[in-house]
C-alpha cells in the first residue's frame, strides 16, 4: 500500500505545531496529499451539565464562553497550519491533481473530536498526531486514531528528530499487531536507508522470528539488519538504547499485544514508549 492520504488532527494546543511539522515532512516524502482537521465542539457538549436552578442567562453565558474557546483554538491551529505551509513550501489543493507532488488542505468539522478522528481516519492511508498524557482531549483523540480507525499512526514526539524515516528500527515480536504494524509501514522500509529489526527476549512458540522476517523483507528489496536479545528486562528500555545504538530517527511498533486496559492499569511496552521514547513512533494495533 502506497501513502497517498495523511491525515493530521489539530486542536489548537502545543501539540499542533509539531504534528504539523512531521506531517508535512512525512507529505513530501510520499508525495501525499495532507489534510489537517479542526473539530469544533458544539456550545451543549462544551459546557459542564446543566443543573436545576441554573437560570437561562448562565446557561447562554457558558455556551458563549465556549464558543469564544473554540474560536481562539481554531485560531492557534490554522496558524500552526499556516506556519507549516509556508515552512513546507507545499500548495494547497481541495481535489487531487494530476501532478506526483505532495499538496493540502484544511478542514473544518463539527461535533467530538474523538470520534470525527476516528470517523475521517478510516479514509485516510496514515494518521500523525501528537500525544501529551497531561492534555485529555489529546490523549482521547490518540486513542480514536489508534484504536478506531484501523490505519497506521505516526506519533509526533516533542522534538522531531533532524531526519525521519531514513533509519527506521522495527520492535518485532512475532505477533499480529507487530505484523500489521510492519506491513503498513513497508512504504517508509522501502525509502529507508537503513533498518534494523530488534527483539527482546525468547520469541514465543509458533511465532517468526526477526531473522524469518528479515529474509522476507528481501522479497521486498529491503535489506534489515537483525538485533535479537535472548534476555527479557524491561524491553521498553532495551528498544530504545537499540535505537540509540543504530541512530534509528523512527521506530515502527505494534500496539497493545496484551490487553489495553491491563497496559493501561499495569504497565506494558506499549505504554513504557508512548511514556519514555523521544523518537517518532509508528503504530498500528
Known amino acids: 500500500m ?33 489534510e489537517a482537521l479542526f473539530v469544533a465542539a458544539e456550545p451543549q457538549d462544551a459546557i459542564p451539565i446543566v443543573g436545576e436552578g441554573m437560570s437561562g442567562l448562565i446557561i447562554e453565558e457558558m455556551i458563549r464562553a465556549a464558543e469564544t474557546e473554540t474560536g481562539k483554538r481554531e485560531a492557534n491551529g490554522k496558524a500552526a497550519f499556516e506556519a507549516a505551509v509556508a515552512t513546507a513550501g507545499i500548495d494547497i489543493a481541495e481535489a487531487p491533481t494530476t501532478q506526483s507532488k505532495a499538496t ?28 501529551d498524557p497531561k492534555e485529555a482531549s489529546a490523549s482521547l483523540t490518540f486513542d480514536a486514531a489508534l484504536m478506531e480507525t484501523g490505519r497506521p499512526i505516526f506519533v509526533a514526539p516533542i522534538d522531531p528528530p533532524a531526519t525521519i524515516g531514513e533509519k527506521v528500527m522495527i520492535a518485532w515480536n512475532g505477533g499480529v499487531e507487530a505484523a500489521r504494524a510492519v506491513t503498513s509501514a513497508m512504504p517508509l522500509l522501502r525509502t529507508a536507508k537503513t533498518v534494523t529489526i530488534v527483539s527482546v527476549g525468547d520469541v514465543p512458540y509458533g511465532r517468526a522470528s526477526a531473522r524469518e522476517l528479515a529474509e522476507q523483507f528481501r522479497w521486498h528489496g529491503v535489506e534489515a539488519g537483525v538485533v535479537e536479545h535472548t534476555e527479557g528486562g524491561n524491553v521498553a528500555n532495551t528498544l530504545i538504547l537499540e535505537a540509540e545504538k543504530c541512530a534509528a530517527d523512527s521506530i515502527v511498533l505494534g500496539a497493545y499485544s496484551h490487553s489495553r486496559f491491563k497496559e493501561m492499569i499495569l504497565g506494558g511496552v506499549t505504554q513504557d514508549m508512548l511514556a519514555k521514547c523521544t523518537l517518532p513512533l509508528w503504530i498500528m494495533h
Do not use: Q, Y
Not at 461535533?111 to 496514515?126: C, I, K, S, Y
Open 2 to 34: 502506497a501513502i497517498r492520504t495523511i491525515l493530521a488532527p489539530v486542536a489548537g494546543s502545543e501539540i499542533d505545531r509539531r504534528v504539523m511539522d512531521m506531517a508535512f515532512r512525512t507529505a513530501k516524502r510520499f508525495d501525499a496529499h495532507l
Open 104 to 131: 493540502c488542505a484544511w478542514r473544518k468539522d463539527n461535533g467530538r473530536e474523538d470520534e470525527t478522528v476516528a470517523r475521517r481516519g478510516r479514509l485516510f492511508d496514515l494518521v500523525v498526531v501528537g500525544r
